[in-house]
């Protein structure tokens, strides 16, 4: 029996987009964002909200609908020159605030200019952290190994177009292919490139072929998949978890539902 993981919908492609610091060009961001379809995470700093170019507390909610917003700390410290109280105040306090906000569990995030130690890594998934970004490029589609170190496919000024050109291109449907695109919104009107993220949406919307979704979204759905439990000759299996799963079956696509005991031929 040849089973292997696909995304929802029966794909093997996802993307996911991140963007840090909560200014107001989000704005403009989202709008793209949400023409084309695509879906986003947005790190802020509970502490900056309403200041200079971020963005208001009371807009976040409905700016944000449709995509997840997750943490960068509540005031952007480096992360590895702060006591652990601190580290532990800026995590807890952001998540409060912004959930009080978005009226969900906020459970990403993304460490501030890229810095963390062993320390951070250790104790943030006990602040209920689910995963958090670094700002190494991989330029490469795999799947994350600790989704606490989730080092992104690329940033969108690191040669975009011709990454996603060859993420379109591959035809590989036994592995999850994952491409993850971060930066700053304030990027695109410091450069005056909105043209890039543009041009990228309008490449990846025109494939059905790809599973647009949040950080969140990716993190819970490989989670799900984690939990699947197979018969030792991988025929039946048993979906504990509240979504549904779609897995690849010698070639055919099955659905896996909610609490769902299959049947595999």
């Keep these: 029996m040849n089973v292997s993981y696909l ?3 029966g794909r093997s492609k996802a993307l996911t987009m991140s963007y840090d610091d909560g200014q107001v060009y989000d704005r403009k961001l989202v709008s793209i964002f949400n023409e084309y379809g695509i879906k986003g995470t947005f790190f802020l ?13 009371d807009e976040v909610s409905q700016l944000y609908k449709g995509h ?13 020159s702060i006591p652990l109280e601190r580290i532990i105040e800026e995590i807890i306090e952001d998540r409060k605030y ?11 995030m993304s460490y501030p200019y ?3 130690n062993e320390e951070v890594i250790k104790i943030i998934p006990s602040l209920g952290i689910e995963y958090s970004r670094t700002v190494n490029s991989t330029y490469n589609f795999n799947m994350p ?4 170190v989730w080092n992104p496919t690329c940033h969108h000024k690191q040669n975009l177009l011709e990454i996603t050109k060859r993420f379109l291109e591959i035809e590989n449907k036994n592995q999850l292919q994952l491409l993850y695109v971060w930066g700053h919104s304030f990027e695109f009107e410091r450069e005056n490139n909105w043209k890039l993220i543009e041009e990228f ?6 494939t059905n072929s790809i599973w647009f979704a949040t950080n969140i979204e990716i993190v819970r759905y490989i989670k799900a998949l984690r939990m699947l439990e ?29 609490g769902q005991i299959v049947t595999l031929k």
């Design 7 to 9: 995304f929802p919908g």
């Design 45 to 57: 700093n509970s502490a900056n909200l309403g200041k200079d170019i971020f963005v208001l507390p």
């Design 68 to 80: 997840e917003v997750a943490i960068h700390t509540k005031t952007h410290p480096f992360l590895d």
């Design 98 to 108: 912004l959930e009080l906000l978005v009226g969900s569990p906020v459970k990403g």
């Design 114 to 116: 890229g810095v963390y």
């Design 145 to 148: 190994a600790n989704f606490i």
């Design 201 to 206: 949406c309008k490449m990846v919307s025109k």
């Design 230 to 258: 197979f018969s030792v000759k991988r025929d039946i299996v048993y979906n504990p978890s509240a979504i549904s799963v779609w897995l690849s079956v010698n070639g055919s696509v099955v659905e896996v539902n909610p």
